[in-house]
């Protein structure tokens, strides 16, 4: 079974901090991707990065960087020098690679960044 | 393009009544998605199809729910008789197989049931 878990149910920092949100995944598939979304106030979830089991190299975009750790079955996800239009609930998800397009989600975590 | 297509944004609606949610999915898009949201159990994927064929409806939660998708450009998610405990936000996202997984889902804005 597939199950993905963000043990982190919300967290707040100062402007400018940086934070980390953890991301712990479980399958029995050998490929699978891994994502990570966005919901901000507003409600719309935003894609932000699709990684595949075949490639472990950490991936920068600006504040953001992951960290894909196999060994520990972990996907993490750093905003640098946050702001406070970073305030948004983040969702990882998993899916596997050859079976299906079905995305399962973990519960997410709730960043605040204080002014 | 015009992105993912929910309607109604919000249904507020006695407990008893049938309620269809609707989705347009993004042209040419294969996959489609029913999630739901809640508080307390997060994203669940409800129901999804393929080619407008249903794959896997084993998130459905009761035989109040059911799903059509009857061309390759709409769907419709509709709860007959509605429960206050369907209160949520039910998202709808579309993908391209294969290539979709590039950039994942992507998602419409909701509609946000209230069952009361």
């Known amino acids: 079974a597939q199950k993905v878990t963000q043990a982190q149910t919300e967290i707040s920092v100062v402007e400018k901090e940086d934070v980390t949100l953890d991301c712990v995944y479980e399958?029995?598939?050998?490929?699978?991707?891994l994502f990570w979304y966005k919901q901000p106030p507003s409600g719309e979830l935003v894609f932000l990065i699709r990684?595949?089991?075949?490639?472990?190299q950490n991936e920068i975009s600006g504040r953001y960087s992951w960290n894909f750790q196999k060994s520990t079955s972990s996907f993490n996800f750093t905003i640098t020098a946050s702001q406070v239009v970073d305030s948004a609930v983040y969702f990882c998800?998993?899916?596997?690679?050859?079976?299906?397009?079905?995305?399962?989600f973990g519960k997410g975590t709730r960043l605040h960044i204080l002014p | 393009d015009a992105g993912v297509i929910q309607s109604p944004r919000h249904e507020v609606t006695e407990m008893g009544q049938e309620v269809t949610l609707r989705c347009k999915p993004i042209?040419?898009?294969?996959?489609l998605f029913w999630y739901r949201q809640t508080m307390m159990r997060g994203l669940e994927l409800l129901i999804y199809?393929?080619?407008?064929?249903?794959?896997?409806d084993s998130g459905m939660p009761e035989d109040r729910f059911s799903a059509k998708m009857p061309n390759a450009s709409f769907s419709t998610l509709k709860i007959q008789p509605s429960e206050p405990r369907d209160s949520a936000v039910y998202f709808c996202?579309?993908?391209?197989?294969?290539?979709?997984?590039?950039?994942?889902?992507?998602f419409g804005s909701g509609t946000r049931l209230t069952v009361v």
């Open positions: 399958t029995r598939d050998t490929t699978y991707y």
């Open positions: 199809f393929n080619n407008n064929v249903p794959i896997d």
């Open positions: 042209s040419g898009h294969d996959y």
């Open positions: 996202a579309s993908s391209l197989s294969g290539k979709g997984r590039l950039g994942g889902y992507t």
């Open positions: 990684r595949n089991s075949f490639d472990e």
């Open positions: 998800a998993l899916s596997d690679l050859n079976r299906d397009d079905k995305i399962i």
